[in-house]
């Protein structure tokens, strides 16, 4: 079965730029996060939608980030302008509904690394 | 918010060694989790602990969900190259969110 897939692997632009990742979770998840890791921050959780409700965004850094899920399939994750301090790895993870799990048993993708000029 | 304190923050280790690192916090979880990150990659699911007290294996991987539901371990016995990684508790309140340790850096010196 495929993992968590997101694309691209790699990007690199100049600040002030729109920045689009995006993630395709694990046929019959239901809830999918969307996470970024730093060096200085570790793992921080952005959002998280359930059903394709954007459920949490406590975590979105301030208004420049957005995130949509428009089906069980896919989401973005938004950044404009883009600044050079958004530069980390940003993960998507999906988990699976109950009795399988209730979120907790979450499944990564293999991350974007996001480097703003 | 939750804060988990995950020890040691690195190891360096020869290989065939048994690994020991616990996670620590001033919450009660109700389910604790450990993933293993490689380099370039996204944290990998190990194991899942959902009953205080429980101890689960997995392969040569062995974890503990503490009695107080605030601390959990992870052991690796007879370590290897490929064990090399990044390990991170992660611990499960309820509303679907994680919180992670700060991570564990194994090295292993064959």
């Known amino acids: 079965d495929a993992g968590v897939i997101q694309s691209p692997r790699h990007e690199v632009t100049e600040m002030g730029q729109e920045v689009t990742l995006r993630c395709k979770p694990i046929s019959g998840h239901n809830s999918l996060f969307w996470y970024r890791q730093t060096m200085m921050r570790g793992l921080e959780l952005l959002i998280y939608?359930?059903?394709?409700?954007?459920?949490?965004d406590s975590g979105m850094p301030e208004d420049r980030f957005s995130a949509k899920m428009p089906n069980a399939s896919f989401s973005t994750l938004k950044i404009q302008p883009s600044e050079p301090r958004d530069s980390a790895v940003y993960f998507c993870?999906?988990?699976?509904?109950?009795?399988?799990?209730?979120?907790?048993?979450?499944?990564f993708g293999p991350g974007t690394r996001l480097l703003v000029l | 918010g939750q804060q988990l304190n995950q020890s040691p923050q690195s190891m360096f280790i020869q290989e065939g060694e048994d690994v020991s690192m616990n996670c620590t916090s001033s919450?009660?979880?109700?389910?604790w989790l450990w993933y293993k990150q490689d380099p370039g990659e996204g944290p990998v699911l190990l194991i899942a602990l959902y009953k205080a007290g429980e101890l689960t294996s997995n392969g040569r991987l062995t974890a503990q969900f503490g009695i107080t539901r605030k601390d959990s371990f992870l052991n690796i016995s007879a370590s290897i190259p490929s064990d090399v990684g990044i390990y991170f508790c992660a611990g499960h309140l309820g509303a679907q969110k994680l919180v992670f340790g700060q991570g564990t850096r194994l090295t292993i010196n064959p």
């Open positions: 939608f359930n059903n394709n409700v954007p459920i949490d």
């Open positions: 993870a999906s988990s699976p509904p109950p009795p399988h799990g209730q979120g907790e048993t979450q499944y």
């Open positions: 919450s009660i979880f109700n389910t």
